[in-house]
């Protein structure tokens, strides 16, 4: 049995749509016939080369790491106790930690130092009819939730990323009443991060930060309190008008998903006294900041990946309580590499979702 699958046959070249065997699922594994499969900025990454040193890719090779899908088939050791039946809605956990180290028995397995795989960094990914998962990496979903694959599939992703991500910053007590809090970069991650600052900023001032009036019109709409377009403009000029709407020329905490040098430079200037910046965006190899304002005012620096199990049951949770609003379009396998290029280039607001058949 054939499938068509979008695969890379080398770093910095288009993606090829192939017809290829479907796979066989392993003994603990679950083949999907895909429903949805997000695009996100990290794809593009993978194909430009960002990840060649710590994820290298066998080629040809299936990307694709927001999926969703029904189950088509069960492998020889699928325990009965699981109870998945051939056309349940399940949305992959893309995080396959080794289940051994330290980090998988804390629950983070998204932070593996045993031998963990990422799906679509490793394993066969989704931009295919279908693929093969580990059984105990399938989260199903109800009735009503799997009639729109479209929607669940980012929340591998975009949904989870920067719900991680504003946890810490909740939990190193830096959101509340009286405070401001700031999202850098309102595309897929953002989107969704603005909501989150609401939903677990326990009253906290929400300001959006973007480089176009249409991506702020979007973090309002997911209730972004402020929002401020920082294309071109100095530290000075952005504390200007952070002083205008907050009456503070400072934040106390920025979740940045961008991850750029400009970005996070910025972010750790706006940040006041003891203010923290979680960062999941992976725009630029490395940032730098001045020494002594990181020590001498206290600010702290979070690092944030992806998400693990719990997050991920989490934000579904969320999006199935309706508290989640989704910013998605629909595209096809077959426009996938100008899908891509616009996604390099920044000019995607919100997730693309590639819908299967």
Not at 18 to 47: F, H, N, W
Not at 133 to 140: F, L
Not at 183 to 195: C, D, R
Request: glycine content about 14%; overall charge negative.
């Amino acid at each position: 049995m054939q499938m068509r699958a979008a695969r890379m046959h080398g770093y910095r070249q288009p993606l090829s749509i192939d017809e290829v065997p479907v796979p066989d699922p392993g003994p603990d594994e679950i083949l999907l016939k895909v429903a949805a499969t997000g695009m996100c900025r990290s794809d593009y990454q993978l194909l430009d080369g960002y990840f060649e040193g710590p994820f290298p890719v066998d080629l040809p090779y299936i990307p694709g790491h927001e999926v969703t899908g029904r189950v088509a088939g069960l492998g020889s050791a699928v325990p009965k106790s699981v109870g998945y039946s051939e056309g349940d809605m399940v949305v992959v956990n893309p995080s396959w930690g080794d289940g051994t180290c330290r980090q998988c028995r804390e629950g983070n397995e998204n932070l593996c130092s045993g031998n963990g795989r990422w799906v679509g960094f490793g394993p066969p990914g989704g931009f295919a009819e279908y693929m093969a998962v580990e059984c105990r990496h399938a989260i199903p979903v109800s009735e009503d939730a799997a009639k729109f694959p479209q929607l669940l599939a980012p929340m591998t992703d975009a949904g989870m990323t920067p719900y991680r991500g504003m946890k810490k910053l909740r939990d190193a007590g830096k959101l509340g009443p009286g405070r401001t809090v700031a999202v850098t970069g309102i595309g897929g991650l953002g989107s969704y991060a603005i909501q989150y600052a609401k939903l677990l900023g326990g009253g906290a001032t929400v300001v959006a930060f973007a480089r176009s009036d249409g991506k702020l019109d979007v973090a309002r709409e997911n209730g972004a309190d402020y929002g401020i377009n920082v294309r071109d403009k100095s530290v000075e000029a952005v504390q200007d008008e952070l002083e205008r709407l907050t009456g503070r020329r400072t934040v106390h905490a920025i979740l940045d998903c961008v991850g750029s040098e400009a970005s996070v430079s910025m972010g750790f200037d706006l940040l006041g006294p003891e203010g923290a910046l979680a960062a999941v965006g992976l725009m630029s190899d490395r940032v730098e900041h001045r020494q002594f304002p990181f020590v001498g005012t206290e600010l702290s620096y979070l690092g944030s990946f992806w998400g693990n199990h719990l997050d991920l049951v989490e934000v579904l949770s969320l999006a199935e309580a309706g508290l989640v609003t989704h910013n998605v379009t629909e595209v096809g396998l077959d426009d996938i590499n100008e899908n891509l290029e616009a996604i390099g280039r920044g000019d995607v607001v919100g997730r693309q979702v590639i819908v299967f058949d």
